[in-house]
């Protein structure tokens, strides 16, 4: 459009020089539009004549001698190249007809007309009859023009953040699936979710680290599931779990005759993954060997099993799970650094339940719900009790300790009742006598001292049972129902005993 306006400038009004130029969308600065030449100003810099065309919305003719006015403004005596004694320069302001303001200038044209043309009467008359209608026909195109390119970045910038809505509506509805199998309501666990969602629907390999007993297994089992992978097999091995000479066989497979022993072919796990997904659990603990050449499966997608010459491929998706700390094992050089970014593309890390309390009520009602369903059982839901009880356990093997104490306070427990403290009080109690014994043996020494000074035996039983009650409450974290059930005594003669010993916690 630039080129025809400079062309027909040029060519049918003799201009010796056109050069065009652009108000920025800010509307902060002048620029020049042709191709070759780059230039700006500033559209307050009044130093420059374009400013003053800019503002008053008038063309501007300036003579060859008045030049000399404006040749502080370097930038602009560029523009115009050669200008001749006698030559005008022209600033003519180009006007969009369709703002409401009729001043509004969107581009200036500054072209140069030598002498000769201006002196003629033929140019003149030409140029009066003309040059208005050509720059109204010319400014109404490039107006189109610039509509059709706003329209279409509109459109664009509409069908990106429609994308956007649309990819967020669909992660949002991946994490309520997610959530059906790795339950908890906790901020942690949605965003771990989310994260599952977005690793979804990529093919990157995932790393997911944390403690044992946490859910790494049922994150690896979610990704797949809701990957476009979810048709073929997810194929799971413990690396920790089996011996290292048969861990080799058991990814890449073996051809008969291989060693001895090996009768038949046997299709290893990298086979069998092929267009599902591998889970490398405890990567850990792969021997250094095999870490090589698990590297060059992910980098070529191809392997060979062991006595056969022939190369394989498999297209398999990799996930792999660590309680251990990788780059530990880097460190001490029994972990390759290469192999660690490889499985380092999306890292997730799943966090400790006893970092996450709040959800152990839910996740409690849902291994209840799975325990009644697997063995056609009626436990009606949870004692706030046992709540209690449970919100002060530490959870040393997080989840899978929960399910374990669930389902084995749910097999004490009798049908159309609530899981109670009873039911599971074996269990606690086993936990809270090591505490005990621990307090009690710092308890021996103090009390031998103790003993010898004791002079009024009753004040010094009482003494000896305030001490028992709040260290009881201290077990308990100050829960009375259980502190009272542990000492045999109701709950209102500890509350009792507490107000007359003054027993604080
Ligand atoms: N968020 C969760 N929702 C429901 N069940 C869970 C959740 N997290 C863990 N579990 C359950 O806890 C148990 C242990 O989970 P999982 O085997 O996935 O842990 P892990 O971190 O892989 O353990 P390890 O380190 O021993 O391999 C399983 O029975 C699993 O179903």
Redesign the pocket.
């Known amino acids: 459009m630039i080129r025809v306006f400079c062309h027909t400038l040029t060519n049918d009004f003799n201009a010796k020089r056109c050069v065009f130029i652009g108000v920025t969308p800010d509307g902060r600065q002048l620029v020049t539009l042709n191709h070759d030449i780059q230039q700006s100003w500033n559209v307050g810099d009044f130093v420059s004549p374009l400013a003053h065309v800019l503002q008053s919305g008038q063309q501007k003719v300036i003579n060859s001698e008045h030049l000399i006015y404006w040749q502080e403004d370097k930038a602009f005596s560029s523009l115009l190249g050669h200008v001749g004694d006698g030559d005008k320069v022209l600033i003519t302001p180009l006007k969009d007809d369709v703002s409401e303001a009729s001043d509004h200038v969107m581009a200036l044209a500054v072209y140069v007309v030598d002498v000769v043309s201006w002196n003629n009467t033929q140019w003149q008359d030409n140029w009066n009859l003309h040059f208005p209608r050509f720059i109204e026909l010319y400014t109404h195109h490039w107006q189109k023009l610039n509509e059709l390119e706003k329209a279409t970045t509109l459109k664009g910038r509409l069908r990106e953040s429609l994308n956007l809505v649309e990819q967020t509506q669909a992660i949002s509805n991946k994490s309520d699936l997610i959530k059906q ?4 309501d906790s901020a942690c ?1 949605k965003k771990l979710r989310e994260q599952v969602a977005v690793a979804s629907q990529s093919d990157m390999t995932v790393l997911i680290q ?1 403690d ?7 994150v690896a089992a979610s990704i797949h599931e809701q990957s476009s992978r979810s048709r073929q097999s997810l194929v799971a091995i413990n690396c920790a779990a089996i011996p290292e000479n048969l861990l080799e066989s058991e990814l890449f497979g073996y051809s008969k005759g291989a060693f001895s022993g090996a009768t038949t072919d046997k299709t290893g796990l990298i086979a069998l993954a092929d267009g599902g997904t591998l889970f490398l ?1 405890e990567i850990g603990d792969m021997p250094l060997m095999l870490q090589a050449k698990l590297l060059r499966v992910l980098e070529t997608r191809k392997y060979r099993p062991l006595g056969s010459d022939k190369e394989e491929e498999s297209d398999f998706r990799l996930l792999a ?1 660590t ?1 251990v700390a990788l780059q530990e094992k880097i460190e001490q050089k029994l972990f390759r650094q290469d192999l660690f970014y490889r499985l380092y593309q999306f890292p997730v890390h799943v966090p400790c339940l006893k970092d996450r309390d709040d959800d152990i009520h839910i ?1 409690a009602k ?1 291994f209840i719900a799975k325990f009644n369903q697997d063995n056609n059982a009626n436990v009606v839901g949870i004692h706030f009790e046992v709540l209690d009880a449970l919100s002060q356990h530490d959870f040393p093997g997080n ?2 300790e929960l ?1 374990n104490l669930i389902e084995f306070g749910c097999s004490h427990a009798n049908d159309g009742e609530p899981l109670m403290y009873n039911h599971l009080s074996h269990y606690l109690n086993a936990q809270n006598e090591s505490v005990v014994a621990e307090s009690s043996e710092e308890l021996g020494v103090e009390e031998e001292q103790e003993l010898v000074s004791i002079s009024d035996l009753r004040s010094a039983v009482k003494d000896y049972e305030s001490k028992i009650i709040a260290m009881r409450l201290k077990q308990f974290k100050g829960n009375r129902s259980l502190a009272a059930e542990s000492l045999g005594i109701p709950k209102r003669t500890l509350a009792d005993k507490c107000t007359k010993m003054e027993i604080v916690l």
């Open positions: 199998n790795l339950v908890g666990m944390s044992t007993g946490v859910g790494k297994e049922v659990d799970a309680h996740l849902h989840v899978r399910r």
